[in-house]
């Protein structure tokens, strides 16, 4: 990799390590600020520790970001976004099918308008970060073809 | 020349010319260049890297499990079994004598007009929650936790999970590959003692299955934990984790037997096939339904005999006494206490906690969580292990109770938490 | 077979390697009348409990002290033994030179040839097949830190045999052309 794709790598790293304490400091405070919720029940202070960790582990993949041990860094940090960001969508999902009506006779699926409402914001700290994570993925690529 | 010297013992230096003609051979300097999948498997398992990096690993198994069992069985389950199915089996089997309704229905009181609780939980006949229990709540939770494992497997990470926690189990005698009975039984005990044949000897599976039975809750339970003393779980799960540490120790001390190494095949990070995973997941799960539902249904059978000859009651009175003075807990609590015997998945939710301190909530719900396995998990426990394993589980159970129970008492007692 | 030994130099992961197979089971135990201390332990191979040793870190078997003393005697004395040759992939010449003089005296030989990562990470390449055609003994290139490759290198421990020095010769002196005999 050349010089500019490991300085933008760094600040990659940087920027998403920042973000990453941020989002994952909200995640602790658990509140909902417009689009932005934090309220998730009682794995929210987990969902704070994996963001933070991440956030951490980003930091510390910012030097040398052209050694592969530095960059496994962003990507295994990323991954830990990927993951917690894929639950909060999962639980989006799982939440839009059924109707939550218990009589006989009422609808057992959602209908689509509540399909769709379901999946409106607000949405959670790690599906803000999950966006900007993916760009890990020109990086892992462009070591590829580099190598 | 040194080739046409045929004694067996080499010069030093014949020996280093044969040395570097091999390596001459065999090794290239520059041919590699280090991979990012190389660089991801050392990062796994480095201990600062690795643990919240399993944190968050854990954390989506667990997320994805709640989630999973929940659009299935709160979503469509519940409703299908305590709407439809149940009603209509009471109705329809209305005329039957008291003792086989009993059996194969429940109890009658659960479908009076005034009764307040799920009958889908409460009812307790073989057609009833016997059906419910495997089929509703358990068979979801197996499929989602089959599913999320086989991922884990196929990727490679399970093996470099197992290596990462290697050190700590290896202390109370088990192997690192014991995190996987656990972390199933987390989700479910059921599936979790089915976990435990990856473990080579007896003694191994003993323990995990003892351990696995007192101090590991499970997803049920964990749920009802959640909605009804969410500021207390942190604690009871640390009580837990301590408990499960030093009675392993202790078992591993005074169980006589072996526990080697178990030699685990860490391939390299690779994405995962998909149809393989689905394959692993409904294989395992095909195996569930036909070792474990049977069980169920035989443990609700034996369990409503009790309820429709009346030693149920007896069982009961004999206890309340007893419990309340050994553990401090209030006479109404010791009702719950009772019925988390045979269904700790209900119990947590009939413990009076208005009219308890918060010590006391804390100390029923670990006596419920260590209590006793559940019914389905009590089932495949009989079918697992020996009869004198069974009768040594029972044993290391009621004196887990006692100590860990008195330990927690007198912690109280002495913090004048009560 | 009566017992494992695992030898080679120190720093090569060997005493990682040692705990991986040996696991809780280990003790420590001191070799008579010295001061030198190596861990025992038991293992399981294809269901059968077999003794393996960590014999103390020796850089050959031409003894400069104590332990590299120990070590030899410990070799000798165990006749029927399997000797696990702990090689560090980045730096096998060193590893070969012991594992030639073990082989020479007529041991049953299988070469972990370890810490392939930090090899990786050097740009080193170490060709485990052509070592092993070499040898004529298994080689398996493994991670012990990682857990990598132990499940291989316990499976083919039985494959492990006495060969003659001479056919090693034989082996590197056929490739390069030259085999001045015949």
Same mark, same amino acid.
């Given at each position: 990799?050349?010089?500019?794709?490991?300085?933008?790598?760094?600040?990659?790293?940087?920027?998403?390590?920042?973000?990453?304490?941020?989002?994952?400091?909200?995640?602790?405070?658990?509140?909902?600020?417009?689009?932005?919720?934090?309220?998730?029940?009682?794995?929210?202070?987990?969902?704070?520790?994996?963001?933070?960790?991440?956030?951490?582990?980003?930091?510390?993949?910012?030097?040398?970001?052209?050694?592969?041990?530095?960059?496994?860094?962003?990507?295994?940090?990323?991954?830990?976004?990927?993951?917690?960001?894929?639950?909060?969508?999962?639980?989006?999902?799982?939440?839009?099918?059924?109707?939550?009506?218990?009589?006989?006779?009422?609808?057992?699926?959602?209908?689509?308008?509540?399909?769709?409402?379901?999946?409106?914001?607000?949405?959670?700290?790690?599906?803000?970060?999950?966006?900007?994570?993916?760009?890990?993925?020109?990086?892992?690529?462009?070591?590829?073809?580099?190598? | 020349?040194?080739?046409?010297?045929?004694?067996?013992?080499?010069?030093?230096?014949?020996?280093?010319?044969?040395?570097?003609? %091999?390596?001459?051979?065999?090794?290239?300097?520059?041919?590699?260049?280090?991979?990012?999948?190389?660089?991801?498997?050392?990062?796994?398992?480095?201990?600062?890297?690795?643990?919240?990096?399993?944190?968050?690993?854990?954390?989506?198994?667990?997320?994805?499990?709640?989630?999973?069992?929940?659009?299935?069985?709160?979503?469509?389950?519940?409703?299908?079994?305590?709407?439809?199915?149940?009603? &209509?089996?009471?109705?329809?089997?209305?005329?039957?004598?008291?003792?086989?309704?009993? %059996?194969?229905?429940?109890?009658?009181?659960?479908?009076?007009?005034?009764?307040?609780?799920?009958?889908?939980?409460?009812?307790?006949?073989?057609?009833?929650?016997?059906?419910?229990?495997?089929?509703?709540?358990?068979?979801?939770?197996?499929?989602?936790?089959?599913?999320?494992?086989?991922?884990?497997?196929?990727?490679?990470?399970?093996?470099?999970?197992?290596?990462?926690?290697?050190?700590?189990?290896?202390?109370?005698?088990?192997?690192?590959?014991?995190?996987?009975?656990?972390?199933?039984?987390?989700?479910?005990?059921?599936?979790?003692?089915?976990?435990?044949?990856?473990?080579?000897?007896?003694?191994?599976?003993?323990?995990?299955?003892?351990?696995?039975?007192?101090?590991?809750?499970?997803?049920?339970?964990?749920?009802?934990?959640?909605?009804?003393?969410?500021?207390?779980?942190?604690?009871?799960?640390?009580?837990?984790?301590?408990?499960?540490?030093?009675?392993? &120790?202790?078992?591993?001390?005074?169980?006589?037997?072996?526990?080697?190494?178990?030699?685990?095949?860490?391939?390299?990070?690779?994405?995962?096939?998909?149809?393989? %995973?689905?394959?692993?997941?409904?294989?395992?799960?095909?195996?569930?339904?036909?070792?474990?539902?049977?069980?169920?249904?035989?443990?609700?059978?034996?369990?409503?005999?009790?309820?429709?000859?009346?030693?149920?009651?007896?069982?009961?009175?004999?206890?309340?006494?007893?419990?309340?003075?050994?553990?401090?807990?209030?006479?109404?609590?010791?009702?719950?206490?009772?019925?988390?015997?045979?269904?700790?998945?209900?119990? %947590?939710?009939?413990?009076?906690?208005?009219?308890?301190?918060?010590?006391?909530?804390?100390?029923?719900?670990?006596?419920?969580?260590?209590?006793?396995?559940?019914?389905?998990?009590?089932?495949?426990?009989?079918?697992?292990?020996?009869?004198?394993?069974?009768?040594?589980?029972?044993?290391?159970?009621?004196?887990?109770?006692?100590?860990?129970?008195?330990?927690?008492?007198?912690?109280?007692?002495?913090?004048?938490?009560? | 077979?009566?017992?494992?030994?695992?030898?080679?130099?120190?720093?090569?992961?060997?005493?990682?390697?040692?705990?991986?197979?040996?696991?809780?089971?280990?003790?420590?135990?001191?070799?008579?009348?010295?001061?030198?201390?190596?861990?025992?332990?038991?293992?399981?191979?294809?269901?059968?409990?077999?003794?393996?040793?960590?014999?103390?870190?020796?850089?050959?078997?031409?003894?400069?002290?104590?332990?590299?003393?120990?070590?030899?005697?410990?070799?000798?004395?165990?006749?029927?033994?399997?000797?696990?040759?702990?090689?560090?992939?980045?730096?096998?010449?060193?590893?070969?030179?012991?594992?030639?003089?073990?082989?020479?005296?007529?041991?049953?030989?299988?070469?972990?040839?370890?810490?392939?990562?930090?090899?990786?990470?050097?740009?080193?390449?170490?060709?485990?097949?052509?070592?092993?055609?070499?040898?004529?003994?298994?080689?398996?290139?493994?991670?012990?830190?990682?857990?990598?490759?132990?499940?291989?290198?316990?499976?083919?421990?039985?494959?492990?045999?006495?060969?003659?020095?001479?056919?090693?010769?034989?082996?590197?002196?056929?490739?390069?052309?030259?085999?001045?005999?015949?």
């Amino acid at each position: 990799m050349d010089n500019n794709v490991t300085k933008f790598g760094s600040m990659f790293a940087a920027i998403m390590g920042i973000a990453a304490l941020g989002f994952g400091i909200m995640e602790f405070v658990g509140e909902e600020w417009g689009p932005l919720t934090a309220e998730g029940g009682t794995f929210t202070a987990w969902r704070a520790i994996i963001l933070l960790c991440a956030g951490v582990i980003y930091l510390s993949s910012v030097t040398n970001f052209i050694d592969v041990r530095q960059i496994v860094k962003a990507v295994a940090a990323s991954i830990m976004i990927w993951i917690v960001a894929a639950m909060d969508i999962w639980a989006m999902i799982a939440a839009s099918i059924p109707s939550g009506a218990e009589e006989a006779g009422e609808p057992w699926f959602a209908s689509g308008a509540d399909f769709l409402a379901a999946y409106g914001p607000p949405y959670m700290p790690a599906m803000y970060l999950l966006v900007p994570s993916l760009v890990i993925i020109y990086f892992i690529t462009r070591r590829r073809i580099a190598s | 020349m040194w080739e046409v010297k045929v004694e067996r013992a080499l010069t030093a230096d014949e020996r280093w010319d044969l040395v570097d003609k %091999i390596t001459k051979e065999v090794v290239k300097v520059g041919a590699y260049k280090p991979g990012l999948r190389d660089a991801l498997a050392s990062l796994t398992v480095n201990p600062w890297t690795g643990i919240p990096f399993a944190i968050a690993v854990l954390y989506g198994f667990w997320t994805f499990f709640g989630e999973f069992a929940g659009l299935f069985t709160d979503g469509f389950f519940v409703r299908i079994f305590g709407t439809h199915w149940i009603p &209509w089996l009471s109705g329809a089997l209305e005329g039957l004598p008291d003792w086989l309704f009993t %059996i194969l229905v429940g109890d009658r009181a659960v479908f009076a007009e005034d009764f307040v609780g799920d009958p889908c939980f409460a009812a307790g006949g073989v057609l009833t929650t016997g059906l419910f229990m495997p089929f509703a709540v358990v068979l979801w939770a197996v499929i989602a936790l089959f599913l999320v494992l086989a991922i884990l497997e196929d990727t490679g990470y399970l093996p470099r999970l197992a290596v990462l926690v290697d050190t700590v189990l290896h202390k109370i005698g088990l192997h690192g590959f014991a995190i996987v009975p656990t972390l199933v039984s987390l989700g479910c005990n059921v599936p979790g003692v089915t976990a435990t044949r990856l473990l080579e000897t007896r003694k191994q599976r003993f323990m995990m299955i003892a351990l696995l039975g007192v101090f590991v809750p499970c997803g049920a339970q964990i749920g009802m934990m959640e909605e009804l003393i969410p500021g207390l779980i942190g604690w009871v799960f640390l009580t837990l984790a301590i408990g499960y540490l030093g009675f392993g &120790w202790v078992l591993n001390k005074i169980w006589p037997g072996e526990s080697p190494e178990i030699l685990m095949d860490v391939p390299p990070y690779r994405a995962p096939q998909w149809s393989n %995973i689905l394959r692993k997941t409904w294989s395992r799960t095909r195996h569930f339904l036909m070792v474990a539902v049977p069980f169920v249904l035989l443990g609700c059978a034996i369990v409503m005999v009790l309820y429709a000859t009346g030693a149920m009651d007896t069982i009961a009175s004999g206890l309340e006494g007893f419990l309340a003075a050994v553990f401090g807990v209030p006479a109404d609590a010791t009702a719950s206490l009772v019925v988390g015997f045979l269904r700790k998945d209900l119990a %947590i939710g009939l413990l009076p906690i208005d009219a308890m301190t918060n010590y006391q909530v804390f100390i029923s719900v670990i006596l419920l969580t260590i209590y006793f396995p559940c019914l389905a998990t009590f089932a495949m426990l009989l079918r697992e292990l020996n009869w004198k394993e069974i009768l040594a589980t029972l044993g290391f159970l009621i004196v887990t109770i006692f100590v860990f129970g008195g330990i927690l008492h007198l912690i109280g007692l002495a913090g004048g938490w009560y | 077979m009566s017992k494992v030994l695992l030898m080679g130099q120190s720093n090569v992961g060997k005493s990682v390697l040692f705990n991986r197979l040996a696991g809780a089971r280990a003790t420590v135990s001191n070799y008579p009348g010295t001061t030198v201390d190596f861990d025992k332990g038991r293992m399981r191979i294809e269901g059968q409990d077999v003794e393996i040793v960590d014999i103390p870190g020796s850089f050959s078997l031409e003894p400069k002290d104590r332990a590299e003393e120990v070590a030899v005697k410990m070799l000798e004395e165990t006749k029927g033994a399997t000797v696990v040759c702990v090689i560090d992939s980045s730096k096998v010449e060193r590893g070969l030179y012991l594992a030639l003089e073990i082989i020479e005296k007529r041991h049953s030989v299988i070469i972990a040839l370890n810490m392939a990562d930090v090899a990786k990470d050097a740009n080193i390449n170490v060709d485990a097949e052509r070592l092993e055609e070499i040898l004529g003994v298994p080689v398996v290139p493994m991670v012990a830190t990682r857990g990598e490759g132990l499940k291989e290198l316990v499976s083919r421990i039985r494959e492990a045999v006495p060969v003659e020095i001479e056919g090693i010769i034989k082996n590197v002196g056929g490739k390069s052309g030259t085999s001045s005999h015949s």
